[in-house]
Structure formats: structure tokens, C-alpha cells
């Protein structure tokens, strides 16, 4: 583990006695909850309302809005850091919080002043306050990650120039916090006869503004105490203030991909390390064959295998947080790296939970299956692997595979 400052160990400790006295104990006796198809109710208030007086809800934030601003070169590491912390607990929750880091990063770059002072005041002072950030659309995402940079994968939710402002139509889906979010960063086309890195805006567009609808809550697989949501836009007037990048809005917002990738590495990480430490107690309680199940050499192998996974992931993404944080040359392909490492690592820590819990692992009252479900989600958030992999060798080979459309 690298070297951590005083008060990195604070907040790591806080968060842990948070995961241990709160989180954990809540999702353990309400495992019904996760499934209550009533998205308002399913997590309860006060575990917010706990996060926020930890000061966990609001990082990121310039602390002149009140908000709790980091050690900025080591920013996205305590991001990292924390993300672990609390999707040990619940992975979902994890996510709730972590997309307000992330939006408000963007925010404080993009924003004019006007805006960030009204919107980090009200995310400061409503702990139910929450973040969203909008690209994928129902006709998919990937071609916005590698990205296809042509005119015909613009993005089909499209704003307009009117008088004052824009008009925007389109449908947004998948979308982190979307159901419940309190503002969210739009992503649209404004100019169809470009590409994408040169076409398209983004948006600061509050819930309640005319022609904004939640279309549906999103029933998911794992993170379901985060509620993924689709939003739409019905002419929907955004005006020029509100416009957070013209034109170029996919390149501005690295500042949110980058550390966005990191932290997704990290809760990752988290459901793993939540998966070996409740593997280790039950492979040392549990007898079988007249000895507990540690004794037995196929299952120390396979806590071995668990272990290794986990130290190969938390070194990748403590070099490429640092990467990220010193906005090092290699940090976009670091951070890729590890996010589809950890993806496919804690994939296999968390069948190996599931097996080596035998029937148990398989029954939701048990726990286990759900580390199981929620690292699966991992495969797909912030794109695909096989998309993560394709932008890990855009980076490594630039002149050759960097280039996916058009003539040769
Ligand atoms: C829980 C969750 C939370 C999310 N949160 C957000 C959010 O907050 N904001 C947001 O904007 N989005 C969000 N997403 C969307 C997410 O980023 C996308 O689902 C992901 O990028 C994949 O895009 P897609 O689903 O459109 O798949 P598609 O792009 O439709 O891809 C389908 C399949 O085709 C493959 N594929 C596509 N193009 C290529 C290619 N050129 N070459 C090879 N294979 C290809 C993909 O790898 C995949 O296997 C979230 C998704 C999930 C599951």
C-alpha cells in the first residue's frame, strides 16, 4: 500500500467505521431491500445522511462552496482510496457517491462561477443531493469511448440554437443516479457535419427544467442500490449560461474519464476485498471431510488465487492513480488498464467466493451471490472490456491502431 498522508489515514478509517457500523449491518439484515421495486425507498436516506457526515458526499467540491476539496496531487489516489472503502460495503452505494466526485471535478473546470456557486450549495447543503453525467444513448456508447470520430456516429440526442439558449431532444439511458439525480450533465450533437470530437456540447440541466423526464428506473443486474435510470429531453430549452463545453465537450471532459476509471478500479476492488475477507472467515470455520475448508489444499489454492488477484489489481491502480494525478503521458492507457484489469480480476475473486461457499454462495439471504452480481456490472460501466482493451492499444499504437474508420 503506498504511503499515506495523515489525513488520507483519517478518512480511510472513518469510511471503514462507517462500511462496518452502518453499511454492512443494512445490507445484511435488509437483502430483501435491494429487490423492493420502489427505487425511492430501496436505500434509506440515513445511510446518505451517514456519508455525508463522514464528509464522504461532497469530495471534489473547492471547499470555498463548502465542499471537501483534497490534496490535489493526490486527488483521484484518496478517490481511489475511498471508492474501495465504500463499495466493501455496497457497491452501489459506492457508485451513488462516487458520481458526485466525479461531476463535481467536471463542474469546477466547465461551470461558469454563477452556476457552481448556486448547484454546489445545493448539493452541499441536501445530503439526498445527487449527481448525473449523461452520454450513452439507446443506440449505444461504444462508439463514443474508442471514439468513431465521423459524422454518422454523432450522437442522435441533438441541441439546437434558438434565441438565448439551445433546444434539446434525445434520450439518454444506463444513466449512473439518472432516476434520482438532482442535475445532471447532459451530452448532445451541435453539429452534425462534424465528428463527434468536434461536435458535440455539454449541458448543465437541472431536474426540474421543462421538457426533462425520467422515462425509467433500470432494473440491474448488481449495483442495484445505485438507481441507473433513462432520461429524456422534449424540446427542452437549455440557456447559454447553462452550456458547460461548446464543441469540443468530449475532449474537456477527461478531467472526468481519467479519474472516472480509477475510481471505477477501485470500487471494483472493493467487492473483491469484501469477497476474500468473507471467503477467508468462511474457509476457517466451515468443516468438511473432518477439517475446516482452509486445511483442504484445492480450497488454500483457490484463496491463494484470490489473494494474488487482489495485490495485482491495488498495485496496477496505485500506479495508475499517481499517473492520473501527475496527468503523467501514460496515464490515459494506465488508467484504462486497470479498470478492465480489475474487471476481469474481481470477476474470477468473486466466483471463486461463490464456490467456495458451496450452496451457501448461491442464496441471496447469504451475501455472497451478490459480490458475485455486483462485480459483474463492472464488465460494462465506463464501456465494455473488449472497448477498454481497444483503447488500451489506440494508446500503445497510435500511428496504426489508433485510427478505426475510414480508408486506409
Ligand atoms: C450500471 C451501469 C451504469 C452506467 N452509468 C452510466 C452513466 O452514468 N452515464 C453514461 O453515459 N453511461 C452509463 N452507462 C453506460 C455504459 O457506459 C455503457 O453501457 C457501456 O459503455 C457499453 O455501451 P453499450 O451498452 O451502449 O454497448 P454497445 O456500444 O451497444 O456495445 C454492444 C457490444 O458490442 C461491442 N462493440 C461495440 N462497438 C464495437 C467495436 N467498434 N468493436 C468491437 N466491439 C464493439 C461492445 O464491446 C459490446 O460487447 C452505465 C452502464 C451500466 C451497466
Given at each position: 500500500m503506498a504511503q499515506l498522508s495523515d489525513e488520507q489515514r483519517m478518512m480511510r478509517q472513518s469510511c471503514r467505521d462507517f462500511v462496518d457500523d452502518v453499511v454492512l449491518p443494512f445490507v445484511k439484515q435488509n437483502w430483501k431491500q435491494e429487490w423492493s421495486m420502489e427505487p425511492e425507498g430501496r436505500l434509506p436516506a440515513s445511510i446518505l445522511d451517514s456519508a455525508d457526515k463522514i464528509g464522504i458526499r461532497t469530495l471534489g467540491v473547492p471547499e470555498e462552496f463548502g465542499g471537501v476539496e483534497l490534496e490535489k496531487g493526490t486527488e483521484v489516489a484518496t478517490f481511489a482510496m475511498i471508492s474501495e472503502e465504500i463499495a466493501r460495503g455496497d457497491s452501489g452505494l459506492a457508485d451513488k457517491l462516487v458520481q458526485n466526485w466525479k461531476v463535481s471535478v467536471l463542474l469546477r473546470q466547465l461551470a461558469p462561477r454563477p452556476l457552481q456557486e448556486k448547484w454546489f450549495k445545493r448539493l452541499v447543503d441536501d445530503p439526498q443531493f445527487l449527481l448525473a453525467h449523461c452520454l450513452t444513448e439507446p443506440r449505444g456508447a461504444s462508439d463514443r469511448w474508442l471514439p468513431y470520430n465521423v459524422p454518422e456516429a454523432a450522437m442522435q440526442t441533438k441541441a439546437v440554437k434558438t434565441d438565448g439558449g439551445w433546444i434539446v431532444n434525445g434520450r439518454k439511458q444506463f444513466i449512473s443516479n439518472g432516476y434520482d439525480a438532482g442535475l445532471y450533465v447532459v451530452y448532445a450533437n451541435t453539429?452534425?457535419?462534424?465528428g463527434m470530437q468536434q461536435g458535440t456540447s455539454s449541458f448543465l440541466v437541472p431536474r426540474d427544467t421543462k421538457g426533462f423526464s425520467v422515462a425509467r428506473c433500470n432494473e440491474t443486474l448488481g449495483c442495484r442500490y445505485m438507481n441507473n435510470g433513462e432520461v429524456a429531453f422534449e424540446d427542452m430549452f437549455v440557456p447559454d449560461d447553462h452550456v458547460l463545453a461548446e464543441g469540443d465537450a468530449l475532449g474537456k471532459a477527461g478531467v472526468y474519464f481519467r479519474p472516472g476509471k480509477i475510481i471505477q478500479a477501485a470500487k471494483n476492488l472493493g467487492v473483491g476485498v469484501r469477497a476474500f475477507e468473507a471467503t477467508s472467515e468462511y474457509v476457517q470455520n466451515y468443516v468438511q471431510g473432518g477439517r475446516i475448508l482452509i486445511k483442504h489444499q484445492a480450497v488454500a489454492l483457490r484463496l491463494a488465487d484470490m489473494a494474488v488477484r487482489i495485490e495485482a489489481v491495488r498495485s496496477l491502480l496505485e500506479r495508475a492513480s499517481a499517473a492520473v494525478d501527475a496527468d503523467a503521458p501514460d496515464a490515459e492507457v494506465l488508467c484504462n488498464m486497470a479498470k478492465v484489469f480489475a474487471s476481469e480480476e474481481m470477476m474470477k475473486v468473486t466466483q471463486h467466493a461463490v464456490e467456495l461457499h458451496g450452496g451457501n454462495g448461491m442464496m441471496?439471504?447469504?451475501?455472497i451471490e451478490k459480490l458475485f452480481r455486483d462485480a459483474a456490472i463492472f464488465l460494462h460501466m465506463d464501456a465494455t472490456v473488449d472497448i477498454s482493451k481497444m483503447k488500451i492499444v489506440k494508446n500503445l499504437f497510435p500511428q496504426t491502431a489508433g485510427k478505426y474508420a475510414g480508408p486506409e
Open positions: 453539429n452534425p457535419k462534424v441471496l439471504d447469504f451475501g
